[in-house]
């Protein structure tokens, strides 16, 4: 087993949701910063969200209030909602482990932070 395999994407109408999940080997969320980052074809990888050690979350400001990071330590799990999805949503989404102290920095967003990664699960929204 891969230390992080993400599950759920697929295709999704606009304005619908979805939830993504990345199960972990090992107990990786007790003790990291974890994230999902999104890359769409032809652009920059971006961050998504991130959540703390200690379950707190922070989102970037294109998906904020739309959606929902959270993370079930005992199923050792975390999770996306993704909710009123847009066509610029469409990605390959990725879930990743950095250190602690990632989620509270300034560039809590930046990629190059993250040292372990799933390898992805696709989201297409379609009109």
């Known amino acids: 087993q891969a230390p992080l395999t993400e599950s759920g994407g697929g295709s999704v109408q606009s304005g619908g949701s979805t939830r993504l999940s990345c199960a972990a080997r090992g107990d990786p969320l007790r003790r990291h910063c974890m994230g999902w980052f999104r890359q769409a074809p032809g652009k920059e990888r971006e961050g998504v969200a991130v959540?703390?050690?200690?379950?707190?979350?922070t989102y970037s400001h294109s998906v904020k209030g739309r959606f929902t990071i959270s993370q079930d330590t005992n199923k050792r799990t975390l999770y996306l909602q993704m909710n009123h999805l847009k066509e610029d949503d469409t990605a390959m989404y990725s879930c990743?482990?950095?250190?602690?102290?990632?989620?509270?920095?300034?560039?809590?967003?930046?990629?190059?932070?993250?040292?372990?990664w799933g390898q992805g699960t696709q989201v297409a929204v379609s009109a």
């Open positions: 990743a482990a950095g250190d602690t102290d990632t989620c509270y920095r300034f560039d809590y967003l930046d990629a190059r932070r993250f040292t372990l």
């Open positions: 959540i703390s050690s200690y379950g707190t979350p």
